[in-house]
């Protein structure tokens, strides 16, 4: 029979593409926010983050834009290659008091990236 | 620099045994992190530890669940006496968490597949 999981939404893209995983976070007081990028077999591989007294934060081929008032998230990635292809996750947490490390993750997104 | 690092990679063990999992965070943090991933729920976590202390261990699914950190650098999740659902990877994760509660990375080992038969 069929299994159930999560279904992941998928993006495809073509080397050289830009990319724009998006996600939407749940929690109005999650003031750091970071992406990841998981390949199979392997752990989360931490890519960039960005704290929420910032909007914009770039490092190397990516962005990460945040809009706190619509409580949403995308990382863009530039001239995307093969070795791109992976599942990306967003996380948040609130940095305060117990909850600190406590990241909620978003469901991931796939990403393929066709030479 | 080393990152996290966890043992077993891989296990298979039969229902009702015992299973322990290892992890040596990333040396100087002071703060640790058991999470589990499953196609069903995706990535949880269970419980963490600063300064050896455990803080929040809500997601600790049982009492077949149990973990400890003697010290800080090293720490064990147990399952005791583990079921077919148990059946995930295991990361652990650490960061350097700054007085005040600073925010800062949280960076993964590369995990403990485990299946129970």
């Known amino acids: 029979g069929e299994s159930v999981g999560l279904h992941l939404p998928t993006l495809s893209v073509q080397e050289g593409d830009n990319s724009i995983i998006n996600c939407a976070y749940s929690?109005?007081?999650?003031?750091?926010f970071i992406w990841y990028k998981q390949e199979s077999g392997k752990g989360p591989q931490f890519i960039i983050d960005?704290?929420?007294?910032?909007d914009k934060r770039q490092g190397q081929r990516v962005t990460v834009l945040l809009n706190k008032t619509v409580k949403h998230l995308s990382l863009q990635i530039a001239a995307t290659q093969p070795g791109d292809s992976a599942v990306y996750f967003c996380?948040?947490?609130?940095?305060?008091?117990?909850?600190?490390?406590?990241?909620?993750f978003g469901q991931g997104t796939i990403l393929t990236v066709h030479p | 620099d080393a990152g996290v690092i966890q043992s077993p990679r891989h296990e298979v063990t039969e229902m009702g045994q015992e299973v322990t999992l290892r992890c040596k965070p990333i040396?100087?943090?002071?703060?640790l992190f058991w999470y589990r991933q499953t196609m069903m729920r995706g990535l949880e976590l269970l419980i963490y530890f600063n300064n050896n202390v455990p803080i929040d261990d809500s997601g600790m699914p049982e009492d077949r669940f149990s973990a400890k950190m003697p010290n800080a650098s090293f720490s064990t999740l147990k399952i005791q006496p583990s079921e077919p659902r148990d059946s995930a990877v295991y990361f652990c994760?650490?960061?350097?968490?700054?007085?005040?509660?600073?925010?800062?990375?949280?960076?993964f080992g590369e995990g403990s597949w485990l299946t129970v038969v």
């Open positions: 929690n109005s007081a999650s003031d750091y």
């Open positions: 960005i704290r929420s007294n910032m």
């Open positions: 994760a650490s960061t350097n968490r700054a007085q005040g509660g600073t925010g800062n990375t949280i960076y």
């Open positions: 996380a948040e947490n609130y940095a305060g008091g117990t909850s600190y490390g406590k990241l909620t």
């Open positions: 040396s100087g943090h002071n703060s």
